[in-house]
């Protein structure tokens, strides 16, 4: 389990994911912030790293096999 600190309380879940404008926590008593502008409020517990976005994860991968066949193709995709 994760700790994520706000505002003085503190949040349990599996798993923190850091998107553009928000956080999702999943599995555990952690709720779901939007529209985030200061990331700096929210910290998670001396240690702990957050999650990678699962669509942010599909986009960059996306984005290095467009890379990888435009050197293939010589920059023709």
């Given at each position: 389990?994760?700790?994520l600190?706000?505002?003085?309380?503190?949040?349990?879940?599996?798993?923190?994911?850091?998107?553009?404008?928000?956080?999702?926590?999943?599995?555990?008593?952690?709720?779901?912030?939007?529209?985030?502008?200061?990331f700096?409020?929210?910290?998670?517990?001396?240690?702990?790293?957050?999650?990678?976005?699962?669509e942010?994860?599909?986009?960059?991968?996306?984005?290095?096999?467009?890379?990888?066949?435009?050197?293939?193709?010589?920059?023709?995709?």
């Amino acid at each position: 389990m994760k700790t994520l600190i706000y505002n003085g309380e503190t949040y349990q879940a599996e798993k923190f994911t850091k998107t553009d404008d928000g956080i999702i926590g999943v599995g555990g008593d952690a709720p779901t912030w939007k529209g985030i502008s200061d990331f700096s409020q929210f910290q998670l517990a001396e240690g702990q790293e957050w999650d990678v976005d699962p669509e942010a994860e599909k986009d960059q991968r996306i984005a290095d096999l467009e890379l990888a066949m435009a050197e293939i193709l010589g920059g023709a995709v």
